[in-house]
């Protein structure tokens, strides 16, 4: 069965969890709440964000809280304008002034020295600090009104380990009632999280892909950058092994006979299977199986993948089978956060 409600899983705004967003007032009031110490949602063109203002001590520990995140795993810090990068980071090497010009506003973040205005509840204790200008109209507009030289710090509005939300149905699902405000933008743009690279020292190393490819990274520095986004050693807890998961169990196969083998092989235990295409199914299996067809770009995909697992998870199935991307450096952040989505089942059994 072709899963066809499935196609656009992409959200327009809801009126019940918004307010219109491009309406001044609301991005007045929801920076006011962030000056009065607390934690509201908001959208870039990533993921949604779950904001604090820096410098309010007690909302940056209510973020650890309602996420329920270890203390130690730092948050982003997220402001507006270039001309402040100094203010927020210090021994800023060629290479992240290159990339920050050329990629800002947009979905990298850069880890770089800290200054002294950035705290140490917000780098989790370290002296490195994520910084990131985030492109998204309503994210610039809260920024801006939240004043100048201040900074939001956001993880994804999500539960620790859980699927990042890229619409405001999606954070309301994830804390209910937990936040004061949700800014509804609609569908994020890009819909899996930036691209981290760090910059400290004389090396530029990636440590999660994202938003921006390495490949665009590399042609501006016109080197090529270390890629430690599979390792475990940097205290990024977007690179611990379960992360971006679903509540279903989902497993990664490869594409052909093997992927309806196994499909095949869990209907037969009994499991209701969820089968995530990018490859057009033979005939036959179309009726014997229930999958959906993505797009088989990496950008589209990228965009509606939390969106569908999050829709599939609503279906009471037992298992998703998701046909293994394509091994190429493209499809790198989409393959990076099926992994990771896979990763704890896979340990489990
Ligand atoms: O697209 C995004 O980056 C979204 C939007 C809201 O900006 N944010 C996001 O935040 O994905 P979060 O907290 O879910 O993931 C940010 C990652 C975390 O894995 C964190 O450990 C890492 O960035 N990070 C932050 N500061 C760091 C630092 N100083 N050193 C190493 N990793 C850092
Ligand atoms: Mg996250």
């Given at each position: 069965?072709?899963?066809d409600?499935?196609?656009?899983p992409?959200?327009?705004p809801?009126?019940?969890?918004h307010?219109?967003c491009?309406?001044?007032?609301?991005i007045?009031?929801?920076?006011?709440l962030?000056?009065s110490?607390k934690?509201i949602a908001?959208?870039t063109?990533?993921?949604?964000?779950?904001?604090?203002?820096i410098s309010?001590?007690?909302?940056?520990e209510?973020?650890?809280?309602?996420?329920?995140r270890p203390s130690?795993?730092?948050?982003i810090?997220?402001?507006?304008?270039i001309?402040?990068?100094e203010?927020w980071?210090?021994?800023?090497?060629?290479?992240?002034w290159?990339?920050?010009?050329?990629?800002?506003?947009?979905?990298l973040?850069l880890?770089?020295?800290?200054s002294?205005?950035?705290?140490y509840s917000?780098?989790?204790g370290?002296d490195?600090?994520g910084l990131?200008?985030?492109?998204h109209?309503?994210?610039?507009a809260l920024?801006?009104a939240?004043?100048?030289?201040?900074a939001?710090?956001?993880p994804s509005?999500?539960r620790?380990?859980?699927l990042?939300?890229t619409?405001?149905?999606?954070?309301r699902e994830e804390f209910?009632?937990?936040?004061g405000?949700i800014?509804?933008?609609g569908?994020?743009e890009?819909?899996?999280?930036?691209t981290?690279?760090?910059?400290?020292?004389?090396?530029?190393m990636?440590?999660?892909p994202?938003?921006?490819?390495v490949?665009?990274?590399?042609n501006?520095?016109r080197q090529k950058?270390?890629?430690n986004?599979?390792?475990?050693?940097?205290r990024v807890?977007?690179?611990?092994?379960?992360?971006?998961?679903?509540?279903t169990?989902?497993?990664?196969?490869?594409?052909?006979?093997?992927?309806?083998a196994?499909?095949s092989?869990?209907?037969?235990?009994?499991?209701?299977t969820?089968?995530?295409?990018?490859s057009?199914?033979?005939?036959t299996h179309?009726?014997h199986?229930?999958f959906?067809?993505?797009p088989?770009?990496?950008?589209?995909?990228?965009?509606?993948l939390?969106?569908?697992?999050?829709?599939l998870?609503?279906?009471?199935?037992?298992?998703f089978?998701i046909?293994?991307?394509?091994?190429?450096?493209?499809?790198?952040a989409?393959?990076?956060r099926l992994?990771?989505?896979s990763y704890?089942?896979?340990?489990k059994?």
């Amino acid at each position: 069965m072709f899963l066809d409600e499935l196609q656009s899983p992409v959200d327009a705004p809801h009126s019940d969890v918004h307010f219109s967003c491009f309406d001044s007032r609301q991005i007045e009031l929801a920076a006011g709440l962030l000056r009065s110490g607390k934690v509201i949602a908001f959208p870039t063109e990533t993921v949604y964000g779950l904001g604090a203002d820096i410098s309010q001590s007690q909302a940056i520990e209510k973020i650890f809280a309602i996420k329920r995140r270890p203390s130690n795993h730092p948050l982003i810090t997220h402001f507006a304008d270039i001309t402040d990068l100094e203010y927020w980071a210090s021994e800023i090497p060629t290479a992240a002034w290159l990339l920050a010009e050329h990629f800002w506003p947009g979905p990298l973040t850069l880890i770089l020295h800290k200054s002294d205005r950035i705290p140490y509840s917000v780098t989790g204790g370290q002296d490195t600090v994520g910084l990131r200008i985030p492109q998204h109209p309503i994210a610039q507009a809260l920024l801006r009104a939240l004043g100048s030289r201040q900074a939001i710090a956001a993880p994804s509005a999500n539960r620790f380990g859980h699927l990042s939300p890229t619409s405001a149905i999606h954070v309301r699902e994830e804390f209910k009632n937990q936040i004061g405000m949700i800014l509804d933008g609609g569908s994020c743009e890009v819909g899996l999280e930036s691209t981290i690279v760090s910059c400290i020292g004389k090396t530029v190393m990636l440590l999660r892909p994202g938003g921006i490819s390495v490949d665009a990274i590399e042609n501006l520095l016109r080197q090529k950058i270390l890629n430690n986004s599979l390792s475990h050693s940097v205290r990024v807890s977007g690179s611990l092994p379960a992360h971006y998961a679903p509540d279903t169990p989902l497993e990664i196969c490869p594409t052909g006979n093997e992927l309806w083998a196994r499909a095949s092989w869990f209907q037969q235990q009994g499991m209701r299977t969820a089968i995530v295409t990018h490859s057009s199914p033979p005939g036959t299996h179309k009726e014997h199986f229930d999958f959906i067809l993505m797009p088989d770009d990496p950008v589209t995909y990228g965009k509606i993948l939390y969106a569908t697992l999050r829709k599939l998870d609503q279906l009471g199935y037992d298992q998703f089978l998701i046909e293994a991307p394509p091994n190429r450096l493209d499809w790198l952040a989409v393959t990076d956060r099926l992994q990771r989505a896979s990763y704890h089942y896979l340990n489990k059994t």
